[in-house]
């Protein structure tokens, strides 16, 4: 068992800065690929970023290509999103996953996530 916390979210105005956190405890967290996704409003859960268990890939949806940036830390069992030049699009409630096996497969899609954590409100004003 994976229980996975998300803080850092917030109100921001357009092309503002955030950082998100995902803190996991439970089993061994470096043996996990990491994901976020987010979900707006009336529309379903979308895929953000995703990392392997090494942290050696990253993968990202197109609309936050060159603005977010995923990362991991396993000595502090932590997986950050650095999310720069925010627009209101942004605007949804984001998600942290964890995959067992750590590889790189189906890592966009939701199904390939066995834990989730509860979701932090990210929120761009224009």
């Known amino acids: 068992q994976v229980q996975l916390v998300e803080s850092g979210g917030g109100l921001v105005q357009t092309g503002g800065s955030l950082r998100l956190s995902c803190a996991a405890s439970?089993?061994?967290?470096?043996?996990?690929?990491m994901g976020w996704f987010r979900q707006a409003p009336g529309k379903g859960r979308d895929f953000v970023a995703a990392?392997?268990?090494?942290?050696?890939?990253?993968y990202y949806a197109d609309s936050v290509k060159g603005r977010f940036t995923i990362s991991r830390d396993i000595a502090r069992n932590t997986v950050y999103l650095q999310m720069n030049k925010l627009k209101p699009e942004d605007t949804a409630v984001y998600y942290c996953?964890?995959?067992?096996?750590?590889?790189?497969?189906?890592?966009?899609?939701?199904?390939?996530?066995?834990?989730w954590g509860q979701g932090t409100q990210v929120t761009v004003s224009s």
């Open positions: 996953a964890a995959a067992q096996g750590g590889g790189n497969w189906l890592l966009r899609e939701a199904r390939r996530y066995d834990y």
């Open positions: 439970g089993r061994t967290f470096s043996s996990y690929a």
């Open positions: 990392i392997t268990w090494s942290g050696g890939n990253t």
